[in-house]
């Protein structure tokens, strides 16, 4: 991957879907997150360095933001698909949202 994370990243206990607004389809699963990215877990294979409007539902609301597809890998033991996306716009009102979760289970909000 050549590139570090350099924010901490949180890891939910109950996954929320995520929706890819162009097609109004669930692309998969929020897995984990920080400010900077997610990660998604899904049944197919997301196109790599590919920029997404993706909603997410939270407390039946849905949150707005836009991330680039960084890396895709295959889990082959579990027959999904884990996919990396940088965030390259985050309304604060999302953030807060996801946050707020008591689904979110971190030790200080955060995942190494």
């Not at 109004?24 to 197919?44: N, Q, R």
Request: net charge negative; aromatic share 8%; with cysteine.
């Amino acid at each position: 991957m050549g590139k570090e994370r350099k924010i901490k990243r949180c890891r939910l206990v109950n996954y929320l879907n995520v929706i890819d607004e162009s097609t109004d389809a669930i692309i998969g699963i929020l897995v984990d997150f920080s400010t900077e990215g997610l990660m998604l877990e899904s049944e197919s294979a997301i196109p790599v360095e590919k920029i997404f409007n993706l909603a997410v539902e939270v407390a039946s609301q849905m949150f707005s933001l836009k991330a680039q597809s960084l890396w895709c890998r295959k889990d082959e033991k579990h027959k999904v698909f884990h996919t990396g996306f940088t965030i390259e716009k985050l309304p604060f009102e999302t953030m807060n949202a996801i946050w707020s979760l008591e689904e979110v289970a971190c030790s200080d909000k955060s995942l190494d």
